[in-house]
């Protein structure tokens, strides 16, 4: 995989977006004391724009290469966990496919 220096700076920004984002999130539909956690709508579309420079940029599994760039980054999942690689392709399928197709 190849990232252009713009996609680099872009990627960098993203992962910022995704720090301060991360962790529970509980929508404004559940009440208090929801347990309904889930990913912020912010850190969804970061993710979702990630996935899609690190796809358009050849990596051969965007869902590996985003989970390691989240694990290094020290993020979080939405229920405090380390992203490997499972959590991010539950990410990935419930939240960021239906989004990825406008980044590329």
């Known amino acids: 995989m190849r990232l252009s220096s713009k996609d680099h700076l872009r990627v960098d920004e993203l992962i910022e977006i995704c720090k301060k984002h991360q962790g529970e999130y509980i929508p404004g539909?559940?009440?208090?004391?929801?347990?309904?956690?889930?990913?912020?709508?912010?850190?969804?579309?970061?993710s979702a724009e990630m996935y899609a420079i690190f796809e358009r940029s050849g990596s051969d599994w965007p869902v590996l290469t985003l989970s390691q760039y989240l694990k290094r980054a020290g993020i979080r999942s939405c229920r405090g966990s380390t992203m490997n690689i499972d959590k991010v392709d539950y990410l990935y399928i419930t939240h960021l496919k239906s989004k990825v197709e406008k980044y590329k």
């Open 29 to 46: 539909d559940h009440g208090p004391g929801s347990w309904a956690t889930t990913y912020s709508n912010q850190f969804i579309e970061a």
